[in-house]
């Protein structure tokens, strides 16, 4: 096995683990105006975080090179992403991931 097929596996195993811990998902979505939201959203889990969690992520962010400019929300959602997933089990789908047709930056 190359190390690149190790890696992959690695990875494969890491994914099936996180999500194992998902408790709230939702495979939905809720029309914003002519925009797909997570129907995540709409759970209490989320919303008792959600505020906590995008100032953990904003911390987390302090200094990046992107910081309040072009491309910023990607790096940030995706530290939401994670930080929901990791620490409190919900699945969530980022603005970009839930309309891959928009661009955010």
Same mark, same amino acid.
């Given at each position: !096995?190359?190390? +690149?097929?190790? $890696? =992959?596996?690695?990875? $494969?195993?890491?994914?099936?683990?996180? =999500?194992? $811990?998902?408790?709230v998902?939702? *495979?939905?979505?809720?029309?914003? #105006?002519?925009?797909?939201?997570?129907?995540?959203?709409?759970?209490?889990?989320?919303?008792?975080?959600?505020?906590?969690?995008? +100032?953990?992520?904003?911390?987390?962010?302090i200094? /990046?090179?992107? &910081?309040? #400019?072009? #491309?910023?929300? /990607?790096?940030?959602?995706?530290?939401?992403?994670?930080?929901? &997933?990791?620490? /409190? #089990?919900? &699945?969530?789908?980022?603005?970009?991931k !839930?309309?891959? *047709?928009?661009?955010?930056?």
């Amino acid at each position: !096995m190359s190390d +690149e097929e190790r $890696r =992959l596996a690695r990875q $494969r195993a890491k994914s099936e683990r996180d =999500l194992t $811990r998902i408790k709230v998902k939702s *495979d939905e979505f809720i029309l914003d #105006g002519d925009k797909r939201v997570d129907a995540v959203e709409q759970t209490p889990e989320f919303k008792a975080v959600i505020e906590s969690v995008r +100032e953990q992520a904003d911390e987390e962010l302090i200094d /990046h090179p992107w &910081r309040d #400019g072009l #491309g910023y929300c /990607h790096p940030y959602w995706e530290a939401i992403e994670r930080i929901l &997933r990791e620490e /409190h #089990g919900i &699945r969530w789908r980022s603005p970009s991931k !839930m309309n891959p *047709d928009v661009c955010y930056d």
